[in-house]
């Protein structure tokens, strides 16, 4: 079903259509990290002059610390409890042709009053999910007690999902900085990351956990060399806390420390803009969330999803849905090692040490086949729309 043609409210006088989107802080840079960028992308392919309600400045701050310049076209806003102040704020807002609830967070009711008289086109934009029921229930409308219809957005990987969010000028961007080693260097030395590195490189950006002890057991037996930079802090106060590491190691970005043939290297926190490049140094990864997990994707390199855990194991499906399709066309062994680790990061799995060393090494046997696979699965999901490609055609906001 298709939504009206909401290109008729846009504005003859030269000025910028505004849109609105919503977004509660749960999953710290989460949520913002995927607010943002759709904000960002709203801006770039839809021409809209967009309003960011956040519940959590401090964690925009942090990912993206030059967002008042970063984009004219964006507008932050506190995302106030209060009736009264949020009143005040619309009334210095345009009326929007578009309002996006993200992950559900519920619109204040100043906000949905507005709405009854402007009539918006109105979204919740979901999770990211492969499961096939996303895919049947994604642009589907519902009917709200207010009169409006709410339409639901599923981004996803299937050809027939809300797509996924990506730049028009990605791909030029990757294979510039992959060609120019003065660029990566450049890279480097702003961030004060390692100029060498020993074995393969790997990015690892993911949650607290009792498997990492796990982990740097299994690659410390593998006896291969191999470099891992640690960003976020997690994993590295997952291993001080299991006395893995000395309670004084690592403490500091650029710090290492060696564990037989593994080198750790903390990292620092480095702004959204800035996570592409780390990626695209990066020989494969580890990747939490969703926003990082769709960068990951992008990049095309073998990469773990450290999936945010939720109730009742709901996130193991999620993880299931999507590897079973992204692994389809893998050779069986190969498969079936890297679904056992898999499982194993997710806590999902039951290996014992000696058996997960040895599904590690089957994996690192096939090595070459899975950076191929990689690749082969990005040039696919970059041949389909982009999720703004899809919201403009479903919504008639011209695109740019």
């Not at 996006?100 to 402007?118: N, R, S």
């Amino acid at each position: 079903m298709q939504s009206q043609d909401f290109s008729v409210y846009a504005p003859t006088d030269g000025s910028a259509t505004e849109a609105w989107v919503f977004v509660r802080v749960i999953d710290n840079f989460g949520d913002v990290g995927v607010g943002w960028r759709l904000s960002c992308l709203l801006a770039e392919f839809l021409c809209l002059r967009v309003r960011l309600w956040i519940d959590d400045l401090g964690a925009l701050d942090r990912l993206v610390p030059e967002h008042a310049g970063y984009q004219p076209q964006i507008v932050v806003e506190t995302w106030q409890d209060d009736e009264a102040a949020m009143q005040r704020q619309l009334a210095a807002a345009a009326d929007p042709v578009l309002v996006i609830e993200t992950f559900g967070c519920d619109l204040p009711p100043a906000v949905q009053a507005c709405m009854t008289e402007c009539r918006p086109l109105w979204l919740n934009w979901e999770y990211l999910t492969a499961e096939d029921w996303a895919v049947d229930l994604h642009a589907m409308p519902s009917l709200q007690a207010n009169g409006l219809e709410k339409y639901f957005w599923f981004m996803g990987v299937d050809a027939a999902s809300g797509g996924l969010l990506r730049e028009a000028d990605y791909l030029a961007k990757r294979t510039a900085f992959q060609q120019q080693v003065s660029m990566q260097q450049a890279f480097r030395q702003q961030y004060g990351l390692p100029l060498q590195h020993s074995g393969q490189l790997w990015l690892v950006f993911a949650y607290a956990s009792v498997c990492w002890p796990q982990w740097m057991a299994m690659w410390r037996q593998a006896d291969a060399p191999m470099t891992l930079w640690l960003a976020g802090g997690q994993v590295v106060d997952s291993l001080r806390a299991a006395q893995v590491i000395a309670p004084d190691a690592l403490q500091q970005d650029g710090d290492v420390y060696v564990l037989d043939k593994l080198t750790l290297v903390r990292i620092p926190f480095v702004p959204q803009a800035a996570f592409d490049r780390l990626l695209w140094l990066a020989d494969a990864a580890i990747v939490r969330g969703e926003d990082s997990f769709v960068r990951a994707l992008w990049a095309g390199l073998p990469f773990f999803w450290h999936i945010y855990r939720q109730d009742d194991d709901a996130h193991l499906h999620k993880l299931h849905a999507f590897w079973n399709k992204a692994t389809a066309g893998w050779p069986v062994g190969m498969r079936g090692a890297f679904m056992a680790l898999s499982d194993d990061l997710n806590g999902a799995g039951n290996l014992d040490g000696l058996r997960r060393v040895e599904v590690w090494q089957d994996l690192y046997a096939n090595w070459q086949n899975w950076v191929k696979a990689a690749a082969v699965w990005s040039e696919m999901l970059h041949a389909q729309d982009s999720a703004l490609e899809k919201l403009a055609r479903f919504s008639h906001l011209p695109l740019k």
